[in-house]
C-alpha cells in the first residue's frame, strides 16, 4: 500500500474510531476526551483486535498540530483581561492550590526513589485541575450562575496560564538538566518579558488592521488570517527558544482580546475539534493496559492523592482570601480532578527522555479516574459542609464566616488599588518596551551602523547608535517616568479624599522619575564609561531634551489611548448588548453586591402577573434592575410591568438575598406543576342575570379570572377579538377560552 493510502487509512481509523466513543462518552454524560482516549488505546499498538495504525511517525505529526490548535483554541478562551478580573480569591487560591499540590507531589515521588527531575514532574502535573471538566460538569449540573462559580472559573483561568509557564519551564529545564536558580529566573524573566512584548505589539496592531479591512472580512478570510497569525506566533515562538504551545496560545489570547474574538471561536472550533481529536487519539495510544495493571496500586493512590490534595489546598486558598467554609468546600470539591495539561506536561517529559515510559499511561488512567468522579465530588460538597458544620466548634465557625468591610474602607482601598494597578502597569509595560528597544538596537543597529559608517571611528559610531537608541526609546521613558496617564485620575480622588496621601502620592512619583532616569544611565553606560560629571552632564541634558520636545512627547499619550481603546474594545462592545449587567457589576462587586440572572419558569405561577402583586422585595430583599425578553430589554421595570414565561430577570443583591429570589421563582414552578388545571373553550349564550350583561370588555376585566372573550355573535354579526370598549347584551353568544373553574363560575 502506498504512503498516501496509509496516511488515509491512519485518519480514517483514527476518526471513525473517535467519532463512535464520542457517541458513548456523551451517552453516558462524560466528556469527550475520554472517549477519544479509549480510542486511542483499543486503536493503538498494544491491543491488536482492531484495526491498528500503520505509521506512528506520521500520528505524531498530525499530533503536533493537534496540540497547536488545541492550545490556540485554549487561548481564545482564555483571555488576559480574565486573569486581571479574577480577583484575590481566585489568584490566592490557585497559587496555594499550586504550591501545595506541588510540594506533596514532589515528596511522594522522592518517597517512591524517583529521580529529582520526574519528581519535579510529578509536583507540576498533578497541580493542574481541568477546565473543559469542570465547565462540563457545572452545564450539567445547573451550577454555572451559582456565586461561587466565579471563584471556581477564576481559579480555574490562572491555573491555564501557571501550566502555560510551568510546561515552558520544565521543557527548558529538562533539556539543560539544570536546577541553578540563576539560570532559571533568567528563563523566568525571559519568558515574562516575551509574553509582555507580544501582548502589547499583538494588542496595539492585530485589533487595528482587524478594524480597517472589516468590510471584506467573511468567515473564510477571518479563519485564514487566524490560522496564519497562530502559526506565526508558534513560528516566533521557536525563534526566541519557546514551545510551539506557547506561541499559539499567545496568540489565541491576544485574538480572544478583540471584537472579532468570539466569532474567531466559533469558527476555529471544527479544526480545533478535529485536530485535538488526533492529539488526545494519540494519547491514548501511549497507553499500555500492561502497564497499568502493572502499577494499579500507585494508580489509585495518585488519584486519590489529586483528589484530597485538591480538595484541601483549594478550600485553603480560600479561607486565607476570607470568603468563608461555604466557599472553601464547594471550590475545593469543584477542583478535585487531574486536567488535561496534566498529561499534557507528562508527554513533554516522556518525549524528552527526562521521565520513564510507564509514568505517562498511570498519569493517563488518574486524569480518566479523576474526571469520572468530578461530578459525585461536586455533588458531595453539600452534604460534607453539613457534616463539618456539625463537628467544627461553633467558635471556629464564626472565625471561618466571610470577612466583610465597612463601604467607606472598601471605597478608600479600591481607589488605591487602582492607582497601583495603574502605577505598576506603567512601570512594567513601558520598561518591557524600553528594554525591547535596547535589545532591538544592540542585534541590528550595531551591524547596521558598521556596514553604513566603516571608516567612522569606534567612539563616534557608539555616539550615533547611543543618540538613534535614546531618541527611540525617548517617548517611552516619558510615558514612565513623567506622564500621568490613568494614574492621575485615582491621585485626584485620593488626594480630595484625605490630605495625607498627598505624601504617598509624591513618593510614587519620584519612583516612577528614578527609575526613568537609572534606565537612561543604564543604555548611557552599556556604550560609554561614566564618570560623576557626565552623570550630571546627562540627567541635565535628559531634563533640557524633554521640556524642549514635550510636545511631541504628548505623541505617547496618543500611542497609549490607542493601545487602551484596542483592548477595551471587546468590552465596549459587549457593554451596548449588556448595559445595567456590565455596570452595575463593575461598580457593586467590591462592595459585597452581586448580580445574577433568573429565569422565569414556564410553567411559574408568576406568569401573567405583575411585580407589584408578586412579594418579590419583601420576603427576598433583592431588586429587578432588568428584564430580558428576546431581543427586548426592559431596565428598570415599573410595578406595572408583566412578567411572561422565560422572562431572564437580572437581580442585585448580597448572596442570601439573591438565593431567596432563586428559591421563590423555583418554588412557583413547583407550586404550579402540583396544581395543573383543565382548560377549555366554552360557547355561552347571555341572560339578564349574566355576569357581563351590561358590561364593556374592559370593565369585565376577564384576565384577572383567567379567562379571555375569542369572538361574539352580537345581532346577527359575528365580532372577532371584541375590541374593549365592546358592550355585552343580553341574547349575546360568546366564546370564552380559560380554566374549567373559571368558565363554570362566568
Given at each position: ?6 496516511l488515509v487509512r ?13 457517541i458513548i462518552s456523551?451517552?453516558l454524560k462524560q466528556p469527550?476526551?475520554l472517549g477519544y482516549i479509549?480510542a ?8 491488536s ?8 511517525e ?14 490556540f ?6 483571555s ?9 480569591s481566585a489568584l490566592v487560591?490557585?497559587?496555594?492550590k ?7 507531589g514532589?515528596?511522594?515521588a522522592q518517597a ?5 527531575m520526574?519528581s519535579?514532574f510529578l509536583?507540576?502535573?498533578l497541580?493542574?485541575?481541568s477546565?473543559?471538566?469542570v ?10 450562575e451559582?456565586p461561587y462559580s466565579g471563584?471556581?472559573?477564576g481559579?480555574?483561568?490562572?491555573e491555564d496560564?501557571?501550566?502555560?509557564l510551568?510546561?515552558?519551564l520544565?521543557s527548558?529545564?529538562?533539556v ?7 539560570e532559571l529566573?533568567?528563563n ?7 509574553l509582555?512584548l507580544?501582548?502589547?505589539?499583538g494588542?496595539?496592531l492585530?485589533p487595528?488592521?482587524?478594524?480597517k479591512v472589516?468590510?471584506?472580512l467573511?468567515?473564510e478570510?477571518?479563519?485564514l488570517?487566524?490560522?496564519g497569525?497562530?502559526?506565526g506566533m508558534?513560528?516566533l515562538a ?18 480572544s482580546e478583540?471584537?472579532e474574538g468570539e466569532?474567531?471561536?466559533?469558527i476555529?472550533?471544527?479544526l480545533k475539534?478535529?485536530f485535538?481529536?488526533?492529539f488526545?487519539?494519540?494519547?491514548g ?13 500507585m494508580v489509585?493512590f ?8 485538591h ?6 486558598g480560600?479561607?486565607l482570601?476570607?470568603k468563608g ?9 469543584s ?6 495539561f496534566?498529561?499534557?506536561i507528562a508527554?513533554?517529559?516522556?518525549s524528552?527522555?527526562v521521565?520513564?515510559?510507564?509514568i ?6 488518574v486524569?480518566v479516574?479523576?474526571?469520572f468522579?468530578?461530578?459525585y ?12 458544620r ?7 465557625l ?5 470577612a466583610r468591610?465597612?463601604?467607606s474602607?472598601?471605597?478608600e482601598?479600591?481607589?488605591w ?6 502605577y ?6 513601558y ?7 535596547y535589545i532591538g538596537?544592540?542585534?541590528?543597529l550595531?551591524?547596521?551602523?558598521a556596514?553604513?559608517?566603516?571608516k ?6 557608539k555616539a550615533i547608535?547611543?543618540?538613534v537608541?535614546?531618541i ?11 506622564n500621568s496617564?490613568?494614574?492621575k485620575?485615582?491621585a ?9 496621601n498627598?505624601?504617598?502620592i509624591i513618593?510614587?512619583i519620584?519612583v516612577?522619575?528614578?527609575i526613568?532616569v537609572g ?8 556604550y560609554?564609561?561614566?564618570a560623576g560629571?557626565m552623570i550630571l552632564?546627562s ?5 533640557c531634551f ?7 512627547m504628548h505623541?505617547i ?6 493601545f ?5 474594545a471587546k ?7 449588556r ?6 457589576r463593575r461598580?457593586?462587586?467590591h ?6 440572572t433568573?429565569?422565569?419558569p414556564p410553567d411559574?405561577?408568576?406568569a401573567g402577573v405583575?411585580?407589584k402583586?408578586?412579594p418579590?422585595?419583601?420576603?427576598t430583599g ?7 425578553r428576546?431581543t427586548?430589554e ?8 408583566e412578567?411572561?414565561p422565560?422572562?431572564r430577570i437580572?437581580v442585585?443583591?448580597?448572596k442570601?438575598q439573591l ?7 423555583e418554588?412557583?414552578?413547583?407550586k404550579?406543576?402540583g396544581?395543573?388545571?383543565s382548560f ?7 341572560n339578564?342575570?349574566s355576569?357581563?350583561?351590561g ?6 376585566n376577564?384576565?384577572k379570572?383567567g379567562c379571555m372573550?375569542?369572538?361574539?355573535l352580537h345581532?346577527?354579526?359575528f ?5 374593549p ?6 341574547g349575546?353568544?360568546?366564546w370564552?377560552?380559560g380554566?374549567?373553574d ?5
Amino acid at each position: 500500500m502506498s504512503e498516501e493510502l496509509n496516511l488515509v487509512r491512519d485518519l480514517a481509523v483514527i476518526l471513525v474510531s473517535a467519532g463512535v466513543f464520542t457517541i458513548i462518552s456523551k451517552a453516558l454524560k462524560q466528556p469527550p476526551v475520554l472517549g477519544y482516549i479509549i480510542a486511542g488505546l483499543l486503536v493503538g499498538p498494544h491491543i491488536s483486535f482492531f484495526p491498528g495504525i500503520t505509521s506512528q511517525e506520521t500520528v505524531s505529526q498530525w499530533s503536533e498540530i493537534g496540540m497547536i490548535f488545541l492550545m490556540f483554541g485554549l487561548g481564545l478562551e482564555f483571555s488576559f483581561k480574565k486573569l486581571l478580573k479574577v480577583g484575590s480569591s481566585a489568584l490566592v487560591a490557585a497559587g496555594t492550590k499550586f504550591i501545595g499540590v506541588f510540594i506533596l507531589g514532589f515528596v511522594t515521588a522522592q518517597a517512591m526513589s524517583w529521580s529529582l527531575m520526574e519528581s519535579v514532574f510529578l509536583g507540576g502535573l498533578l497541580s493542574m485541575s481541568s477546565t473543559m471538566v469542570v465547565i462540563k460538569s457545572y452545564e450539567d449540573l445547573g451550577l454555572k450562575e451559582k456565586p461561587y462559580s466565579g471563584m471556581v472559573f477564576g481559579t480555574l483561568v490562572v491555573e491555564d496560564l501557571i501550566a502555560i509557564l510551568l510546561m515552558v519551564l520544565l521543557s527548558t529545564m529538562a533539556v539543560s538538566q539544570s536546577f541553578a536558580g540563576k539560570e532559571l529566573m533568567l528563563n523566568i524573566l525571559k519568558l515574562v518579558f516575551f509574553l509582555i512584548l507580544w501582548f502589547l505589539v499583538g494588542i496595539f496592531l492585530i485589533p487595528t488592521i482587524l478594524r480597517k479591512v472589516k468590510d471584506v472580512l467573511n468567515d473564510e478570510i477571518l479563519l485564514l488570517v487566524s490560522i496564519g497569525l497562530c502559526f506565526g506566533m508558534v513560528f516566533l515562538a521557536n525563534a526566541v527558544g519557546f514551545s510551539s504551545a506557547l506561541g499559539a496560545f499567545v496568540m489565541g489570547s491576544i485574538l480572544s482580546e478583540t471584537v472579532e474574538g468570539e466569532h474567531i471561536e466559533r469558527i476555529v472550533e471544527p479544526l480545533k475539534n478535529l485536530f485535538g481529536a488526533i492529539f488526545f487519539v494519540s494519547v491514548g495510544m501511549m497507553i499500555d493496559p500492561g502497564v497499568i495493571l502493572e502499577h494499579w496500586v500507585m494508580v489509585l493512590f495518585l488519584s486519590l492523592l489529586v483528589i484530597v490534595s485538591h480538595i484541601v489546598f483549594a478550600g485553603a486558598g480560600i479561607i486565607l482570601t476570607g470568603k468563608g467554609l461555604d466557599n472553601a468546600v464547594k471550590v475545593g470539591f469543584s477542583l478535585a480532578q487531574l486536567g488535561e495539561f496534566g498529561f499534557i506536561i507528562a508527554s513533554v517529559g516522556c518525549s524528552l527522555g527526562v521521565m520513564r515510559s510507564f509514568i505517562y499511561p498511570v498519569i493517563i488512567s488518574v486524569s480518566v479516574i479523576t474526571t469520572f468522579t468530578t461530578p459525585y465530588t461536586i455533588k458531595a460538597a453539600s452534604p460534607f459542609l453539613e457534616y463539618l458544620r456539625r463537628k467544627i466548634p461553633s467558635k471556629w465557625l464564626e472565625r471561618l464566616e466571610p470577612a466583610r468591610e465597612s463601604v467607606s474602607t472598601a471605597s478608600e482601598d479600591n481607589e488605591w488599588k487602582e492607582l497601583l494597578k495603574s502605577y505598576f502597569s506603567r512601570i512594567i509595560l513601558y520598561g518591557v518596551v524600553i528594554i525591547a528597544i535596547y535589545i532591538g538596537s544592540r542585534l541590528y543597529l550595531d551591524p547596521l551602523a558598521a556596514r553604513l559608517l566603516p571608516k567612522t571611528g569606534e567612539q563616534v559610531r557608539k555616539a550615533i547608535e547611543l543618540a538613534v537608541t535614546l531618541i527611540l526609546m525617548s517617548p517611552f521613558v516619558y510615558g514612565l517616568g513623567i506622564n500621568s496617564g490613568s494614574i492621575k485620575t485615582s491621585a485626584t480622588k485620593l488626594l480630595k479624599e484625605k490630605e495625607r496621601n498627598v505624601w504617598p502620592i509624591i513618593g510614587l512619583i519620584l519612583v516612577r522619575s528614578f527609575i526613568a532616569v537609572g534606565i537612561v544611565l543604564g543604555v548611557i553606560s552599556t556604550y560609554f564609561h561614566m564618570a560623576g560629571w557626565m552623570i550630571l552632564v546627562s540627567i541635565f541634558a535628559g531634563i533640557c531634551f524633554i521640556l524642549a520636545a514635550r510636545r511631541s512627547m504628548h505623541r505617547i499619550s496618543a500611542l497609549e489611548e490607542h493601545f487602551i481603546k484596542n483592548l477595551n474594545a471587546k468590552e465596549r462592545s459587549e457593554r451596548k448588548k449588556r448595559p445595567v449587567s456590565s455596570s452595575v457589576r463593575r461598580e457593586l462587586e467590591h462592595y459585597n453586591v452581586f448580580t445574577r440572572t433568573v429565569t422565569l419558569p414556564p410553567d411559574s405561577g408568576f406568569a401573567g402577573v405583575l411585580l407589584k402583586d408578586i412579594p418579590f422585595r419583601s420576603q427576598t430583599g433583592a431588586n429587578i434592575i432588568k428584564i430580558s425578553r428576546g431581543t427586548k430589554e426592559i431596565v428598570v421595570p415599573s410595578a406595572e410591568q408583566e412578567l411572561f414565561p422565560g422572562d431572564r430577570i437580572l437581580v442585585v443583591g448580597t448572596k442570601e438575598q439573591l438565593d431567596r429570589f432563586q428559591a421563590l421563582t423555583e418554588a412557583s414552578a413547583e407550586k404550579e406543576e402540583g396544581q395543573r388545571r383543565s382548560f377549555r373553550i366554552e360557547a355561552v349564550t347571555l341572560n339578564m342575570q349574566s355576569f357581563l350583561t351590561g358590561k364593556t370588555l374592559r370593565s369585565a376585566n376577564l384576565r384577572k379570572y383567567g379567562c379571555m372573550v375569542i369572538s361574539v355573535l352580537h345581532e346577527g354579526d359575528f365580532i372577532t377579538n371584541p375590541e374593549p370598549d365592546f358592550r355585552f347584551s343580553e341574547g349575546d353568544t360568546i366564546w370564552i377560552a380559560g380554566d374549567v373553574d373559571a368558565l363554570g363560575w362566568v
